[in-house]
């Protein structure tokens, strides 16, 4: 499994923008799916987005499509989630994640992801 460090986390006004990134190490970078969750207090992790591989297609959770959008450049190892027009409800943990072998219909689910970041909060106050 990859190790996944992210970074780019901080507080931000609503309405505001951050770009988030994690760099992988350790196996084939291209070969996996990569993907963000979140988890806001006293609240289970939720999948916000993801991209399959290299040359995959990308899937979005409703509440981010739109203002979020999610990128790899496999020649970095890393993985971005840029977010704009950011609402209080964005208020999280943003944690990286990395699997291979997942099928489509598993890609929102925490459990299918083999590899997590330690997590980067995110602040966005009203």
């Known amino acids: 499994q990859v190790q996944l460090i992210e970074s780019g986390g901080g507080s931000v006004q609503a309405g505001g923008s951050l770009r988030l990134s994690c760099t992988a190490s350790?196996?084939?970078?291209?070969?996996?799916?990569m993907g963000w969750f979140h988890q806001a207090p006293g609240k289970e992790r939720e999948f916000v987005a993801v991209?399959?591989?290299?040359?995959?297609?990308?899937f979005y959770a409703d509440s981010v499509k739109g203002r979020f959008t999610i990128s790899r450049d496999n020649a970095k190892n890393t993985v971005y989630l840029q977010m704009n027009s950011l609402k209080p409800e964005d208020t999280a943990v943003y944690y990286c994640?990395?699997?291979?072998?997942?099928?489509?219909?598993?890609?929102?689910?925490?459990?299918?992801?083999?590899?997590w970041g330690q997590g980067t909060q995110v602040t966005v106050s009203s």
């Open positions: 991209n399959r591989r290299s040359g995959g297609s990308t």
């Open positions: 350790g196996d084939t970078f291209s070969t996996y799916a």
């Open positions: 994640v990395g699997g291979r072998g997942i099928i489509q219909s598993s890609l929102g689910r925490a459990s299918a992801y083999g590899s």
